[in-house]
């Protein structure tokens, strides 16, 4: 079965650092880019960050720019969010996603994890 | 970045409705547009891709049309499963961008 598991979530002070960590099995993960999607209590879909397949290439959302790490580790089957200098408008659940690609199209986000909650708050 | 806007942002229909949601792109994306619907508390799951090839296991009431700025995602047959928030996605350029979302609510 193909299946991504975030873990890593929980409650942080203004400030500070969280890594959150997404399992893949079920496919071949060194072939698919992946994503980092959040969203805030009650708000819609923000993408967050996206790596290739050997992660060569990252790109993120202008707000987490400097703050945010996307890795992944292919031996592992592991994808990776390191967040440093976390403020409140950072909570949000946190989903990671499988990307398909051909030759630099995407095609979608067609499998997604089932999100872990990051708090951040005094 | 390239803006996303849909419309309406929520709307009331009946089973059996045809439900019609409208995303559009402030500049042009070529086909480079997903649609994904979320239930609360739920992930996201995709439903068209590249405006408009059907995700693998999606029902066929589902499709998806446009191309450069304007999209619409069309459910033919609306049904109880339905109702949810949908979101238009582009992955033409970075940063990607959703849509703000319509809710589909029960009429």
């Known amino acids: 079965e193909v299946q991504l598991v975030e873990s890593g979530g929980g409650l942080v002070q203004p400030g500070g650092s969280l890594r959150l960590s997404c399992a893949a099995s079920?496919?071949?993960?060194?072939?698919?880019?992946m994503s980092w999607v959040r969203q805030a209590p009650g708000k819609g879909l923000e993408w967050v960050a996206n790596?290739?397949?050997?992660?060569?290439?990252?790109y993120y959302v202008d707000s987490v720019k400097g703050r945010f790490t996307i890795s992944r580790d292919n031996a592992k089957n592991s994808l990776y969010l390191q967040m440093n200098s976390l403020r409140a408008e950072d909570t949000a659940v946190y989903y990671c996603?499988?990307?398909?690609?051909?030759?630099?199209?995407?095609?979608?986000?067609?499998?997604w994890g089932q999100g872990t909650t990051v708090t951040v708050s005094s | 970045a390239i803006q996303m806007t849909q419309s309406p942002s929520s709307l009331s229909a009946s089973v059996g409705d045809r439900v019609t949601i409208t995303c559009r792109a402030s500049?042009?994306?070529?086909?480079?547009l997903g649609w994904y619907q979320q239930k609360p508390g739920k992930a996201p799951k995709l439903l068209i891709y590249?405006?408009?090839s059907l995700q693998s296991g999606v029902p066929s009431r589902f499709s998806g049309s446009g191309s450069g700025t304007d999209f619409t995602l069309t459910i033919s047959s609306l049904q109880p499963e339905d109702f949810a928030t949908y979101y238009c996605?582009?992955?033409?350029?970075?940063?990607?961008?959703f849509g703000p979302g319509t809710k589909v609510d029960i009429k």
């Open positions: 500049q042009g994306i070529r086909n480079d």
């Open positions: 079920g496919f071949t993960f060194s072939s698919y880019w």
């Open positions: 996603a499988r990307v398909p690609s051909i030759a630099a199209l995407y095609y979608g986000m067609d499998v």
């Open positions: 590249a405006a408009s």
């Open positions: 790596i290739k397949q050997d992660g060569s290439e990252k």
């Open positions: 996605l582009q992955d033409y350029n970075y940063p990607f961008t």
